[in-house]
Every structure is written in C-alpha cells, then in structure tokens.
C-alpha cells in the first residue's frame, strides 16, 4: 500500500474493498423447505415472491442520506455513490445512534478513498449527522427519532492530480515505466499506483524470483501543481526452483494424484504463471470448491522455493435440469446426474436424459429423446492424458429424417499445453432410419481425430482471442460396405472494441465435405450435412437448408459451409443487445457450388449472469423456402458461438 504524504496534516490511508455475488438457481421441492421459500430466483431474478430478508437490528434507528458532490463529473459522481453504503442500503437502519455515526465515519473512509481511486488527492469528504459535523458530536449521541435522521454528505473533489516525478530504485532501476502506466503526466490514481507497482513485482517474480518483494512505495501530493510525486523500490531476492509440494485439505482425492496433476514438478524453474495455470487446471476438475497455491516465506535449505496446495472440496455428487426454447424447434428438456470423484482420482459418471421438440411435434412419438452415460478419467497415463467412454441412444425426427440410433465411443485427449488438444477414440454406431431413401440400417465404425487450439480469453463469453478446430473422421459402415471420411473444421474469432469492450465483434466459419462417398444413401442420414436453426443459420427451422430432391424432400448434403457475424453491444453491466447475420449453403456436391445460400438475421438481447448469458434471438430467413419457417425465435445458456 502506498504511503502518501500531502501539504495539509492529514492521515491517509488507501482502502479497498471487494464484493461477492453469489446467484442461485434452485427450486426445492421438499416440504419441508415450504416454510422458508418466500420466493423463486432464477439466475439472480426474482420470479415471484419476495427475497428481501429482515436483518434484526438492536435498537433501529431510521435515517436519510443526502450526497452533495458539486463539480464532480458523471464517472466521479457514479463512483463516490458506489463507495458509500449509507447511500446503497438507504433502508438499512443503524443500530442505535452511536451505530449510525459510526457507519458515517466509515463511510467518509471510503469516500476519500473513492476520490484517491480517482486522482482528487485535494478532495474533502464533510459528513453531518442531523446537522452536526460527525466531529464534533460526543462520544454518547442522542438524536431526536421522531423522524428519519438527516445525514448530509457533502464532497468537494479538488483538481485532478496527474503523475510527477517517478523513480525506481533497487531491483526495478530500468525497467520501463511505460510498461506499468507510471509516466509523468499519466494517471495518478491510487489503483493506478497500486497496479503498476505489483506489475513490477510480478515481472520479477516472472524471472524466476519467488521471494520479490516492494520495499517502498511512496506518493508525494503537491498541492502547487497538482502533481504525485512517486518513488517505488523493490527486492527481486534469489533466483530459485520450484521445491517439494505439499498438498492440504482434501477429503477422498487422491493427495498424490492432486500433486501430479498440478503439474508442479520440484527442480523446474518458478514463475507465477505456472502456478496459475496448475490452479486453473485442478479447477476444471470440478472436484474443489476452492484452490490455493501457497509459496513459502523462505527457501528451503537446497535453495528451492516449497508450495503448498490447499484444497476444498466440493459436493461430489451432483443432479442436475436445463431446458432450452425455439419456435422452429420447440421445448427441451434436459436432466442429469452425476459423480465428480467415483474412484478417488478425479473421475467422473454423468447419466443424462434430455426430450425435445415439446409443443412443435404432433404426438409423443415424434418428440426427440436421448439417455447417456459418459465416464472420464484425467490423468489415465500422465496428466496431460484423459480417458473417455460413453454409451448413448437417441431417437431423432428433423423434418428431414426419422432415426433411432445407439453409439458406443472410446477416446482418449492429450493436452499439449494450455492451448491445444488432441484427441482420437474408436466409435460404434447403429442407425435405423426413414428419409428420403427410405427405411435403412446402418451399423457404422468410425475412427474420430480432432485436433483444437483455444485461445479464448473466457470460455462462456469471450471477448478477445479464437478457438480453432479441424477433424476427421475415417468410417466404414459395414451392412453396406462404404468406406468414407468426413473432415471438418471451424473457426470463431472475438475483438473487443472501445472502454471495457462495450463492444465485441465475432465471427464464425465452418465447413466440412464427405469424401470416398459413393451413393448417398449410403451413408447414414445421421452423418450427412445439413444447416438451419440456433446453431447454425437462424431464421431457418433445424436442419431446413439442405439438397432435396424431386418430390421436395431433404436427402442431406455432401459438403457445407456456414458463416456468422455477431455485434455484441454492452447496453448496461447485465445487458446487452446483438444484431447478428447468419449464412449457409449445403451442397450434393464434394464442394459446395454456392449456387443456394441461405442467409438469416436478426437481433438478440443478452442478460449477464454468473453462469454465462442468457440468451434470446429473434431472427427472420432472408430467402425463405417455399412452405418454410418465417422467422424462428430462440432461447439458452450462453453465447451462440
């Protein structure tokens, strides 16, 4: 924390606060939970019902708070009543008068510092308590109660203090101080401070230097020119391995299976990135609830630097519902159960059951349903490697085709660095389908190959980066002797544009092509090509744009191509608009001769939620077929793409 110093005597502290928002999505259904559930939450909304819970408060004493911040601009003003609590919690009554000066004089804390944050080291923050200076007023305050209590919050914010003189000393003499936006004239708030100088402790600790520490961090106000004058020092300490590891906290997880999937290794060189990539990856296990990784205060006595790794576990059972709308493809219903820890390794059972197209099919028969089971095992042979089986059934009605099919897979990915995987299993699949061909069988073994680089800065919203992916799928289906190969690949791409990418353009391309086909109805409807609905070309029913043949009827396609263009626009922190154009040709042919694109747009509303954005798309065909769907609207978790 920065120590600063300004003409007028004062004490001065920097004072951060963080805060939590926890969001639940659960309906119980247990009676004996009736007493308690006043109200229905989903992802943070309140349905019906009330969620506001009555805090008991000894000797409640009700109060009204006015904030005067004359000069201040839109963004100053917007952090100030972000800062103060009497202001957010107007309705939270204090307990007893003492209570309510004392949250007045926190709140003053947090007002100075919310004018620090802000570069107003001239600011003065002036608190009155029914009309007497917080002060002044003795140590046993009696206010009169026949009414709210006036608190009056007045804020004058002084210049704007921008960066003076800046100099390093120590370890960090030379480095760059453009770098870590710590340039004379630049921004001289204190978490502007703050963040420059961990930057350079990081940047040392990236070196391999694990004790790093800043010995100084001075700001000097002047007053005269309305200038920080700001002096940082810091210890880069010796350069030092990676040591033992110890691991704490766990329950049933294998500790040496934690140590060894860490992939922390003693003797390797130390970095901070290492240790964040090896918390980011025991994370996604989904085992814990919490992962820290600890460095030791000092070095072992051969000179390495010793981690701890401190574990919660999580429940490890799990059940779970989703549900998602269209009105080109109804209702879905999906539900799951699962264990995250069966053999105390980190290996996971998921069953799950899913039916669509409620409301858009005539009869129960012609509503889709699935049930699977999947089992994973990471780390099968190292940790890079992970085992997955699975066994799945499904029935499926497109308009396109009728198909019952069971599929049993076996596979196994390998994780090259933290970017790109690979992945190559052995798969069995039983199709009996009605299409345009008629009834057939198909009893196909297939030989997938994928190989993805994911450079997304987030995977449920991404705002920067690309995922990239291209496979492969070598197949012979055996009760009509084709051999043939699907290949396919896709790219989706994020920039964000202006203050806090208020603005993310993205974009999406795939294509695939059926080789070494010789009649198409050879090959199972399940695996030729189609385009249309939410996740491809919006507008369009599931599946609609396709080859058809004379009697209109869709025989699927030999090669696709499909592209998207999205503009997420940031209305507010949770909302968003996303005006998007979708395109898609399907060919007979091994390359699509674009003789037929099908292109689809619309606009979509986002609302941000802990879980990733809800979603909701309206979207009309450009050139609609002949008796086909009009406009389509849909409805999910997630982005589109």
Avoid: C
């Avoid at 209590?149 to 120590?170: H, K, M, Q, S, Y």
């Avoid at 370890?171 to 340039?183: P, Q, R």
């Avoid at 799950?352 to 990471?378: C, H, W």
């Avoid at 940031?570 to 091994?590: H, M, N, Q, R, Y």
């Amino acid at each position: 924390m920065p120590t600063v110093r300004t003409d007028p005597k004062k004490s001065i502290a920097f004072w951060k606060a963080g805060s939590a928002l926890a969001v639940a999505a659960t309906v119980s259904l247990y009676p004996g939970f009736a007493r308690e559930a006043y109200a229905l939450k989903i992802f943070g909304i309140t349905i019906f019902g009330s969620d506001d819970k009555k805090e008991e408060v000894l000797d409640p004493v009700s109060f009204t708070v006015t904030l005067n911040a004359p000069g201040a601009d839109a963004k100053l003003k917007e952090s100030l009543e972000n800062s103060s609590l009497l202001t957010s919690e107007p309705d939270k009554p204090a307990s007893g008068d003492l209570g309510l000066i004392i949250r007045a004089r926190d709140d003053r804390e947090r007002l100075i510092a919310s004018l620090y944050e802000n570069a107003r080291y001239g600011g003065i923050v002036k608190v009155t308590v029914a009309g007497q200076d917080i002060d002044s007023i003795p140590p046993n305050p009696s206010f009169n109660r026949s009414g709210p209590i006036p608190v009056v919050i007045d804020v004058t914010p002084g210049p704007a203090f921008t960066l003076g003189n800046v100099r390093l000393e120590g370890d960090v003499i030379g480095h760059d101080l453009s770098e870590y936006g710590l340039v004379s004239g630049g921004n001289a708030g204190s978490l502007a401070i703050i963040r420059g100088g961990n930057k350079l402790i990081d940047d040392l600790k990236a070196e391999g230097r694990p004790l790093a520490e800043l010995t100084k961090r001075e700001a000097v106000a002047n007053h005269a020119n309305n200038t920080v004058d700001l002096t940082l020092s810091a210890e880069g300490g010796p350069v030092a391995p990676l040591g033992d590891v110890a691991v704490k906290g766990q329950r049933t997880v294998d500790q040496d299976f934690i140590r060894k999937y860490s992939r922390l290794n003693g003797g390797e060189p130390y970095s901070p990135e290492k240790l964040r990539k090896a918390s980011d990856r025991l994370r996604k296990l989904g085992v814990f609830s919490s992962i820290t990784i600890k460095e030791a205060k000092t070095l072992a006595p051969n000179g390495t630097i010793p981690l701890t790794i401190e574990v919660s576990e999580g429940k490890h059972r799990y059940l779970g519902v989703g549900a998602q709308y269209s009105t080109t493809e109804g209702i879905g219903l999906q539900g799951y159960w699962g264990h995250r820890n069966l053999f105390g390794k980190a290996e996971s059972l998921r069953i799950e059951g899913a039916i669509s197209r409620l409301g858009e099919a005539s009869n129960v028969q012609d509503m889709d349903y699935s049930a699977g089971i999947i089992f994973t095992k990471p780390g099968v042979f190292n940790p890079a490697t992970t085992f997955t089986a699975s066994l799945k059934a499904k029935t499926e009605h497109p308009d396109t085709y009728d198909a019952r099919s069971v599929t049993g897979y076996a596979g196994f990915a390998y994780e090259f660095n933290d970017y790109d995987t690979a992945s190559a299993g052995l798969e069995v699949e039983w199709t009996d389908s009605d299409d345009a061909f008629g009834n057939n069988q198909y009893l196909t073994t297939s030989v997938p190959l994928e190989f993805v680089r994911d450079m997304r800065d987030d995977k449920l919203n991404p705002t920067e980066g690309f995922r990239a992916s291209i496979s492969a799928k070598p197949s012979y289906e055996a009760l009509n002797g084709t051999f043939f190969t699907s290949f396919e690949g896709s790219t989706t791409a994020y920039k964000g544009l202006g203050a806090d990418d208020q603005v993310v353009l993205a974009g999406k391309i795939a294509a695939g092509a059926l080789v070494g086909v010789g009649a198409l109805e050879d090959i199972p409807p399940t695996r030729r090509f189609y385009a249309g609905g939410g996740g491809s070309v919006r507008g369009y029913s599931y599946q609609e744009i396709s080859p058809y043949n004379a009697a209109n009827e869709a025989t699927g396609g030999r090669s696709y191509v499909v592209t998207s263009l999205e503009a997420r626009v940031k209305i507010t922190e949770t909302i968003g608009l996303v005006p998007f154009v979708d395109a898609g040709v399907v060919s007979s042919d091994l390359a699509p001769d674009f003789s037929d694109i099908r292109a689809g747009a619309g606009i979509g509303i986002r609302y941000a939620t802990p879980f990733g954005p809800l979603r909701l798309d309206v979207a009309m065909p450009l050139q609609k077929y002949e008796g086909g769907s009009s406009f389509g609207i849909y409805a999910g978790i997630g982005q589109s793409f």
